[in-house]
């Protein structure tokens, strides 16, 4: 069953923010990194990725919800998402060395 994935405005910004830190350091890596994400996004619609509770929902009190995905160099990278009956909203992508989440850092229709 398909379902509608919509990346949110903070949820793109992470996304170009961390592309462009990596093409500095490699622009072969961030375009990699981008089509793996990519990627994930397109099997979130289809159903076929899991995603489990993120650490952050039970302090939050948000059923906030993350999606791992990992470069080739293993890198792992959240997607942290809530579901509003028919769509999938993306709203924050974290990298490897980023605090959690705080309230702070979600939509304020993230509730």
């Not at 910004?13 to 397109?42: E, F, M, N, Q």
């Amino acid at each position: 069953m398909k379902i509608l994935v919509r990346v949110l405005g903070r949820a793109q910004a992470d996304i170009d923010h961390i592309y462009l830190w990596l093409r500095k350091r490699s622009p072969v890596g961030a375009a990699a990194w981008y089509t793996v994400l990519l990627h994930t996004l397109d099997e979130l619609g289809e159903g076929r990725v899991a995603h489990s509770e993120a650490p952050e929902a039970t302090k939050l009190g948000v059923e906030l919800r993350q999606t791992l995905f990992k470069t080739r160099r293993g890198r792992v990278y959240r997607l942290l998402l809530v579901i509003r009956e028919d769509e999938l909203r993306v709203l924050r992508v974290r990298g490897p060395g980023q605090r959690p989440v705080a309230q702070r850092d979600l939509p304020a229709d993230s509730q």
